[in-house]
């Protein structure tokens, strides 16, 4: 999941490559579709740019001692702070569903 770590967010191929490894664990477990994966990759890829561009000290220098990862990612896909090509939870419905599904089975 690290992937999802917002300090590193700017380490955007890397965490492609993360995700794709995951996505592909995701797909071999049934949890989501084939053909959903090139989707998220590109809401993913739409979502860190936004992000870079709009809030990236918020996301830098993210501190998990201060601040909880689930909150700062819902606060950010939800559409209440920004807007952008995938700025928004219905524009990144699918990595929306993906990042929700991590961080509640990280959270229990």
Not at 27 to 55: F, G, P, T, W
Request: net charge neutral.
């Amino acid at each position: 999941m690290a992937f999802l770590d917002p300090c590193l967010i700017s380490n955007m191929d890397k965490n492609k490559t993360r995700l794709k490894s995951l996505l592909r664990q995701l797909v071999q477990c049934n949890r989501i579709a084939e053909s959903e994966v090139d989707e998220i990759l590109c809401q993913h890829s739409d979502y860190a740019v936004s992000m870079l561009d709009r809030k990236r000290d918020r996301f830098m220098n993210f501190d998990p001692l201060k601040s909880r990862l689930d909150i700062l990612m819902h606060e950010h896909m939800s559409g209440n702070l920004h807007t952008a090509s995938c700025g928004t939870l219905s524009e990144c419905c699918w990595f929306f569903h993906i990042v929700k599904q991590l961080l509640k089975e990280a959270f229990q």
